[in-house]
């Protein structure tokens, strides 16, 4: 599958060189087509990588990954041709930490209403499904360093939905819970305040969360 | 000990009725002092269990719990002398649930605040512990219904937070984390969104979330 990777971040390029290694062929976009981050990945995951603009990768992916700080999607879906992501599985990853107000950062939006269903807003033609956003770069990409946690998928679109699980059953995860719409995204996001907290009592990212039952 | 349950409804019912098999005795406070629900718990709960006001069940504990719906106890607060929680632990399970908007209920309170530490301000000299208010009644009392996750428990006061994680390992809580002080309260405050999401997904309140590291 041709996977488009939206941001040059640790999210983005432990996301593109894992679905390189599981076949895939990936394209890392930024602001720039030829942006310095961008490069080095390109050049040491090989021949399957590539790079380029954001609407560069968003045209290339048939599945399309924002890796990006904060609501920064919603900025660049508005530089984006309107078509580029029609019908195509938009996964958000991101999260809307607001880290202007010092630390730890607050959500820049929660509660009654979640980044994940602005991108979907931004981009409706686009099926968005949000999920990995509840697990730092590292444990996206090898669930055992996070002690096998169950990993969340919300969305609108059934299929969109069947397509992640899917990949991300490849990528080692064995749990996964389909909440719902993505009004779902909501609690998903949510958990980042728990999820900081936690991560400076431990003093690593190795963790994650498992819906357990009775 | 002598404990407080603050409220009637199913969690001061579940934990009162705990707290007295497990030895201690226990007064259930209401608005009235002749409230029904507390009258048939209290004839159901044997010698043990008692009845009357806020106040006296305020006065009653060494430790009390906060078992009431949404930020009603900050109303009952100001009902109180501001003396009669002075240097008790104050034990808050209640969540900032706001049900006027209609389904799912939103939080009155987040983010950048929690009904934890609206509770800590409003009785400033009680040693507030916010736990509990992770699960459903029944899960809080036997902690194998919900597949025995993790408890989180966070405030101000080192001691009143062992104290409250010696009574929770009575009760059978084997994996019970310390967060930190009671802002930390917004990040199990916010869980609830995920946990309302998930009840309606499973049909049932037994689950919960253990924190699991690689």
């Known amino acids: 599958m ?3 990777i939206l941001g040059t971040g640790m999210v983005g390029e432990a996301l593109g060189t894992k679905f390189i290694q599981l076949g895939h062929n990936v394209k890392m976009g930024s602001r720039t087509a030829n942006n310095e981050a961008a490069v080095k990945w390109t050049q040491a995951a090989g021949a399957k990588a590539s790079q380029g603009t954001f609407a560069d990768a968003a045209a290339f992916g048939a599945m399309v990954f924002i890796c990006l700080k904060g609501a920064t999607f919603l900025e660049v879906a508005k530089t984006l041709t309107p078509t580029v992501l029609m019908g195509k599985v938009l996964v958000d990853v991101s999260n809307p930490l607001d880290f202007s107000r010092g630390m730890p950062p607050s959500l820049s939006v929660c509660n009654t209403n979640s980044l994940g269903e ?5 981009v409706p033609a686009a099926r968005v499904v949000k ?3 509840i697990v730092n770069a590292e444990v996206m990409v090898d669930p055992a360093k996070g002690g096998h946690p ?3 998928v919300c969305g609108d679109d059934a299929e969109a939905k069947k397509a992640v699980a899917g990949l991300l059953s490849t990528m080692g995860w064995r749990d996964i819970i389909d909440l719902g719409g993505i009004t779902e995204a909501r609690g998903t996001e949510m958990l980042l305040p728990l999820w900081l907290n936690l ?4 003093g ?3 963790f994650g969360f498992k819906v357990v039952r009775g």
């Open 199 to 202: 991560f400076g009592l431990f």
């Open 2 to 4: 041709n996977i488009g």
């Open 150 to 152: 169950t990993m969340l």
């Open 118 to 122: 602005e991108v979907q807003k931004a």
């Open 204 to 206: 690593n990212a190795n």
């Open 131 to 133: 999920t990995l956003n």
